[in-house]
């Protein structure tokens, strides 16, 4: 595999010049949110300056680019996740917290009773953990966690016992944003289809950062934002099997989402705008699908192996200081672009401030992972985390600094 151009991947980049007293920034909290090239910025930018208008409505020319670009948007999307229903399987929500709550309101609260079965593992973010957990109460419908064992992967024997001829629906994590396990998901949709029952993933940490094809997974349900992958915050995305997005309520009311309106009835427009209510997040789109072409233009495979690569130098050198517990996969195993650990004596949040010090940005605290982190026996880990902008000796500077900070607290 050709190894990335970083240097000039980084021209794009301005931000990642910043320096703070004299220092220059170390960007590596990726998994929250990513940087932005200049070439989704100047997309941002000219749709502003050159197009603005509401889509599908209007008749005038502004309103007719923009909507030929914000529907197109939605087939890039479909291509680059290996949707072949194109637009018709892609719904443009806010985030990946919001498509967890539109299958699960839209289709959790219609389809499921007290005699039902929800299984999610217990590394699940808290946009599918809570949401499901809240969906579970109002409908009587249980909810199960498959096992995370000692070395951060799932136990699958245990994923065998609790999927069975109850359970409606398996909500996992593709890629573990606390542990940074790579889960078996299509092995998992093979189960869950056994019984029945549908699989929604959570893929905020996969489709950004390695090639994923929710056709060869078999995924129902897919969800992931944009502000992970090189895009802007404000679009999430919702990919869904288009017979059951078809056979789904709408999850918001009003605009655009209607073909027909009395003052008695309503009828819902075609997929996917039956769910997309009101004016969508239009220019957002459009950037999105300018992501896509990026992330594609370097390749996504080049992608994985570079921030692989970085992971697995950052678990090593970490691990060679005796007081790091890292969290997760061994270097090297199923793991994606990023690291949790615990220095012995210093505090993630303690650590996380004294590295800003240093201008290295990574982040502490539960990741929205809290039941898992009280399942570590700890209430916080550190987290630093990787994309194509990323390099060796910037891993070197993060565990410099932990070094400084373990010095601090000696
Ligand atoms: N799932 C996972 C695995 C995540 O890492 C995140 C972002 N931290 C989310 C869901 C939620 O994403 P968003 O905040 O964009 O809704």
């Known amino acids: 595999i050709e190894p990335l151009d970083v240097e000039r991947i980084r021209e794009e980049y301005p931000v990642l010049q910043r320096e703070f007293d004299g220092e220059q920034v170390v960007y590596l909290d990726n998994a929250a949110t990513t940087q932005t090239p200049d070439r989704v910025v100047d997309t941002i930018a000219d749709y502003y300056r050159q197009t603005n208008a509401n889509v599908h409505r209007g008749l005038h020319q502004l309103s007719q680019e923009a909507s030929i670009a914000y529907e197109d948007a939605h087939d890039r999307v479909a291509e680059f996740i290996g949707a072949s229903g194109e637009r018709e399987e892609i719904v443009f929500t806010k985030n990946t917290t919001e498509s967890e709550n539109l299958v699960a309101y839209a289709w959790g609260l219609n389809e499921l009773g007290p005699e039902d079965e929800i299984v999610l593992t217990e590394m699940e973010h808290h946009a599918s953990l809570v949401t499901w957990q809240q969906i579970a109460k109002k409908t009587g419908a249980t909810c199960r966690y498959i096992r995370v064992q000692e070395d951060g992967t799932l136990d699958m024997d245990h994923a065998r016992e609790l999927v069975g001829d109850d359970t409606a629906m ?241």
């Open 170 to 410: 398996v909500s996992v994590v593709h890629v573990s944003n606390t542990l940074g396990t790579v889960n078996p998901v299509s092995e998992l949709a093979d189960i869950a289809h056994d019984h029945d029952a549908y699989v929604f993933v959570d893929g905020a940490q996969s489709v950004p950062n390695r090639p994923v094809d929710v056709e060869a997974i078999d995924a129902d349900f897919f969800a992931f934002s944009g502000h992970k992958m090189a895009g802007p915050t404000g679009i999430g995305v919702l990919y869904g099997k288009k017979h059951l997005l078809e056979e789904m309520e709408p999850y918001l009311y009003g605009g655009s989402m209607i073909k027909k309106v009395t003052y008695e009835d309503s009828k819902w427009n075609d997929l996917p705008w039956k769910f997309e209510a009101g004016t969508p997040p239009i220019c957002q789109g459009i950037a999105l699908a300018e992501a896509c072409d990026y992330l594609d233009d370097i390749g996504m495979e080049r992608i994985q192996h570079h921030e692989e690569q970085l992971a697995d130098y950052a678990v090593e050198r970490l691990e060679d200081e005796g007081d790091v517990e890292v969290y997760g996969p061994p270097a090297g195993e199923k793991r994606g672009g990023l690291v949790s650990f615990n220095v012995e004596s210093v505090h993630a949040h303690d650590l996380s401030s004294i590295l800003n010090d240093s201008a290295v940005a990574i982040r502490a605290g539960d990741h929205c992972t809290q039941p898992l982190h009280d399942k570590l026996g700890v209430a916080a880990s550190a987290r630093a985390s990787f994309y194509v902008y990323n390099t060796r000796e910037e891993v070197d500077k993060l565990v410099e600094a932990v070094d400084d900070a373990r010095q601090l607290f000696a």
